[in-house]
């Protein structure tokens, strides 16, 4: 028996994500051996500071890149993680309980990214913009900063890693472990969910999506679009 399945992802999307991703795994790892005194020994040679700031130039050069090729996304994007309403509210309140085993009907409908999703984007954003202003102070003005001022560069560098980094762990887990959310992982490597996983975790997406297909067929000459399967 076939499934029916909706275009969640694009190409262009899934790759920004994996290269962020990737990029923001190495930074994580190597940060850890330059700042946790018990890899110091690793870190010895300098040579996972080369990849460090190797990765530290992808991280940022990604979304630079994927906002001059596709601006009108990208700005829809954050739009989208800044847009809360009483769904996103009624959503915190019940997520609890459903990520615990309780009854999925209780969620509220969500949109192309749910209430969790957005969550997720808004500490990764903030946590980001904090890596980047710390770390260009930290990496090009090291040697001309005040002692006092380059200490707290790296207390705020180190801060935005403890909140972006449990966050992650979060995202990781409700995206690739989670019994309930198997097909999030599915999307952004297929860049597909089935209608069932799109109707039950975003309700008001789905409508949208089911909507354009409606008046595709509908259209006078047009011939729809035909599901994937």
Request: charge should be positive; aromatic fraction near 14%.
């Amino acid at each position: 028996m076939t499934h029916h399945e909706v275009e969640k992802y694009s190409a262009g999307a899934r790759w920004f994500h994996w290269t962020i991703t990737i990029a923001a795994l190495v930074l994580a790892v190597t940060g850890l051996f330059l700042y946790v005194p018990w890899f110091s020994s690793v870190a010895e040679g300098g040579t996972t500071r080369v990849i460090h700031r190797i990765a530290a130039v992808i991280f940022v050069a990604a979304p630079l890149l994927f906002l001059l090729v596709k601006p009108g996304r990208s700005l829809h994007f954050v739009k989208e993680i800044f847009t809360w309403g009483k769904d996103d509210l009624a959503w915190l309140k019940a997520a609890p309980d459903y990520y615990f085993g309780g009854d999925e009907k209780k969620m509220p409908p969500q949109g192309d990214m749910n209430t969790g999703q957005k969550l997720w984007a808004v500490v990764a954003f903030f946590s980001a913009l904090g890596f980047i202003f710390t770390g260009i102070f930290m990496w090009f003005l090291k040697d001309t900063l005040p002692a006092e001022v380059f200490d707290w560069m790296v207390i705020v560098h180190d801060l935005c890693f403890i909140v972006g980094g449990a966050m992650l762990l979060v995202h990781l887990y409700l995206g690739a472990i989670h019994p309930r959310m198997t097909e999030s992982l599915k999307s952004m490597i297929k860049g597909k969910v089935s209608a069932e996983y799109a109707q039950s975790h975003h309700g008001k997406w789905y409508k949208e999506v089911v909507g354009r297909e409606s008046a595709a067929k509908t259209a006078p000459g047009g011939q729809g679009q035909k599901p994937a399967h």
